[in-house]
């Protein structure tokens, strides 16, 4: 069982940066890919992000290559995504979930969600 909590989302303006954390519970953090996931008002959740385990393998939605970056510290128990030049479409609810093993882009592969953090990029 992995308990997820995001932290980090907010209120700020285009062109800001915002870093969000996920912080895992467990023993085997390292064995689980991690993923962000992200939810617009009126849309479907859709792929942010992705890494492995050990954080050497990492794959992004074309759309957010070179702003997004995903990144973990196992010893933390933390994935992280670093988030930048922030646009008023990147406005959602952002998730992160779990899978054990291996990465994916896929929503239905992660067996552990966490509640969500808000994140809002005013123009």
């Known amino acids: 069982q992995v308990q997820l909590v995001e932290s980090g989302g907010g209120l700020v303006q285009a062109g800001d940066s915002l870093r969000l954390s996920c912080a895992a519970s467990g023993r085997t953090f390292s064995r689980y890919a991690m993923g962000w996931f992200r939810q617009a008002p009126g849309k479907e959740r859709e792929f942010v992000a992705t890494?492995?385990?050990?954080?050497?393998?990492?794959y992004y939605a074309d759309s957010l290559k070179g702003r997004f970056t995903i990144s973990r510290d196992n010893a933390k128990n933390t994935v992280y995504l670093q988030m930048n030049s922030l646009k008023p479409e990147d406005t959602a609810v952002y998730y992160c979930a779990a899978r054990w093993i291996y990465r994916s882009d896929a929503q239905n592969d992660y067996s552990y969600w966490g509640q969500g953090t808000q994140v809002t990029v005013s123009s």
């Open positions: 890494i492995s385990g050990g954080g050497a393998d990492t």
